[in-house]
């Protein structure tokens, strides 16, 4: 009698064990979420060449706008703030701009944003003759210097 219960007992171990694993391997556990927030997070690059392909790229940040403005952007803020203003439409960033007087030297560099904005996948490329035409054309957000 006394096997029967210590075979019982050990069935019903198994079991609990074996439903504990399973449910580890299926995911039937709920994460919880790790924001409030949709994600707005950015990676910036300023390249020199004339197409997002083939430019050397010199220089990289980073841009999250939520919950708050951070990253390795040199005016995160601001940038969040522009991004803000269009809705997280980069390609808008440049009617933001005021313009100023430029040489017409030739040579090209291009700016890149690829991430997301709140929750929604965002792609940009632009290529300005110098980068004087960078400057005066682009917002904060794609001013990044040398």
């Known amino acids: 009698m006394r096997y029967v219960r210590t075979a019982g007992a050990t069935a019903l171990a198994t079991a609990t064990g074996l439903t504990l694993v399973a449910t580890a391997i299926t995911g039937t556990a709920q994460a919880a979420p790790t924001s409030l927030y949709p994600p707005s997070a950015l990676v910036l690059t300023l390249g020199e060449g004339d197409s997002p392909e083939t430019a050397r790229v010199v220089r990289a940040v980073t841009l999250s706008c939520a919950p708050t403005a951070g990253g390795t952007h040199p005016s995160p803020a601001s940038a969040c703030a522009e991004l803000a203003a269009t809705g997280g439409d980069l390609g808008a960033l440049a009617r933001l701009a005021e313009g100023r007087p430029c040489t017409r030297e030739w040579a090209p560099v291009t700016v890149t944003g690829d991430g997301v904005w709140q929750g929604r996948r965002v792609s940009w490329s632009a290529t300005y003759g110098n980068t004087c035409q960078l400057r005066a054309r682009t ?8």
């Open 139 to 146: 917002a904060t957000v794609a001013a990044l210097t040398f």
